[in-house]
């Protein structure tokens, strides 16, 4: 089956649109969310109800879409990132709430798990280091795990059968063959598809990923979008002028 991986929207609807018409164009049959569908960005009502109408949409929330719904402190956030949480939190009507308050932030299926940060703590660790994929592996049962939160196209896995070595990858627009175990299952790895939203690794075009979970293949994508249109936005709204300017340097 192929599936659109996609994470960290942050309100951002041109972006989601780019991502959403590119797997649409390819023919993906289902999708993978990893969380942060709001936050940040101009339009979150617009980005809910996007996301809400997919078809075979798998999803989890993020720490920006908990603090949100007033299930996170906001003492985590920074400034700007506080600012569009309250600023946010006056956009939702009921049924967006409603939406995102029925999503975890992990979650397993007989497939695959997501979760936002890390399987051990779901909405606040960012899954950065070999020593974190480590750690983490005896939290998840079935591979492969989808992450999101870092805004970073990353992957983890063993580089060896012992389990000594951990190969940690930013990834590049191009296929990825996932590690499986001798009777065919799938071996850990851990797959985060970038930000469409705000992406954080210098390049500014959206990102996402298509998993073939029958090939057994992930790629991630970039993809272009209208930036401008959306700083406009985010300077109509009010919002902090840095959460326009960062966009501009996929910062
Ligand atoms: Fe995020």
């Not at 599936?3 to 929207?9: A, K, N, R």
């Not at 960005?41 to 879409?65: Q, S």
């Not at 057994?216 to 959306?230: E, H, W």
Request: hydrophobic share 40%; charged share 25%.
């Amino acid at each position: 089956m192929l599936y659109g991986v996609f994470s960290d929207v942050h309100s951002n609807l041109e972006a989601l649109e780019a991502v959403l018409a590119y797997f649409d164009d390819i023919g993906v049959e289902g999708y993978l969310f990893c969380g942060d569908l709001v936050g940040y960005g101009p339009d979150p009502v617009a980005c809910v109800e996007r996301v809400r109408a997919l078809k075979n949409l798998t999803a989890i929330v993020g720490n920006h879409d908990l603090a949100v719904l007033g299930r996170l402190e906001l003492d985590w956030f920074n400034q700007y990132a506080r600012a569009a949480v309250l600023w946010t939190q006056m956009q939702l009507d009921a049924s967006c709430r409603g939406f995102l308050e029925g999503l975890t932030a992990r979650l397993e299926t007989k497939q695959f798990t997501l979760a936002h940060g890390t399987p051990r703590n779901p909405p606040e660790e960012y899954l950065l280091s070999a020593g974190q994929f480590r750690d983490n592996v005896a939290h998840v049962r079935v591979w492969p795990l989808f992450v999101g939160h870092s805004h970073m196209p990353l992957m983890f896995r063993f580089s060896d059968a012992e389990r000594r070595q951990v190969d940690a990858q930013f990834l590049e627009e191009r296929e990825e063959v996932l590690p499986r175990e001798s009777d065919g299952r799938f071996a850990p790895a851990a797959l985060n598809a970038g930000s469409v939203g705000q992406p954080r690794d210098q390049d500014r075009r959206a990102a996402c990923a298509l998993y073939d979970s029958d090939k057994g293949t992930f790629r991630v994508l970039r993809l272009p979008y209208d930036v401008a249109a959306v700083q406009a936005k985010i300077r109509a709204a009010g919002l902090p002028e840095y959460l326009a300017l960062r966009l501009d340097y996929g910062q």
